[in-house]
């Protein structure tokens, strides 16, 4: 397994050891062990989402605060999306930060976004299927969305001739009112 730093610290890039042979392949998608090993610390993930979504739906950017903040560990099953974290920890350097990667049936990265982090998705294929683990449950209360456009975080979304969000991320929140994690 391959472990690559992104440019905000505590988020990192996942790439499993795949065996392929005749029959197709195999590789480990969640091996405790060997994550907490790369990640430096223990986790527990309580909940597995998945998603589907059709070419140029964005969901994002979304967190819980605490204390249901979420550690999400992602990954594509099928298609390809561009995954996004950003840092809205107060007092962390990179705070308004972001960083991006493609992740894909085909190249089979995960990213590991800690809790402090807003997380949002652009799907870039026909379809795209998306799995993650949380480390707290989902808390309605809790849930916050800021906009995916907002041009103080100024993310640069990969041109996919059209973007289609949710009736709730259509009025999410503008970066500089939305709540941030205080610690
Ligand atoms: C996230 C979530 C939603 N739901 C319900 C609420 C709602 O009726 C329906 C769809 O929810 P949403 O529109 O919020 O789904 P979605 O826009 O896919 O939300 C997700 O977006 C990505 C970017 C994330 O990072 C996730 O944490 C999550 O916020 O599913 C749950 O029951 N459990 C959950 O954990």
Redesign the pocket.
């Known amino acids: 397994m391959k472990i690559t730093a992104t440019p905000i610290a505590d988020v990192v890039v996942i790439e499993p050891d795949v065996f392929a042979d005749e029959r197709g392949f195999f590789f480990e998608s969640f091996n405790q062990h060997k994550f907490e090993q790369a990640i430096g610390r223990r986790v527990d993930f309580v909940?597995d989402?998945h998603?589907k979504s059709v070419r140029g739906v964005l969901?994002?950017l979304?967190y819980q605060l605490p204390p249901h903040a979420?550690g999400?560990l992602v990954r594509v099953i099928q298609g390809e999306v561009y995954d996004v974290a950003v840092d809205i920890r107060k007092d962390s350097p990179t705070f308004g930060q972001w960083t991006g990667q493609h992740l894909s049936a085909e190249n089979k990265k995960q990213m590991w976004i800690p809790e402090g982090f807003a997380?949002?998705?652009l799907t870039l294929t026909e379809t795209a299927e998306f799995l993650?683990k949380?480390t707290d449950y989902?808390a309605k209360d809790c849930?916050r969305a800021i906009a995916w456009n907002d041009p103080q975080i100024a993310i640069d979304w990969p041109e996919v001739g059209g973007i289609t969000v949710?009736a709730?991320?259509a009025v999410a929140a503008a970066f500089a009112n939305a709540d941030i994690f205080e610690n």
């Open positions: 909940q989402n998603s969901r994002g979304h979420q999400k997380h949002a998705f993650y949380t989902y849930e949710s709730k991320d």
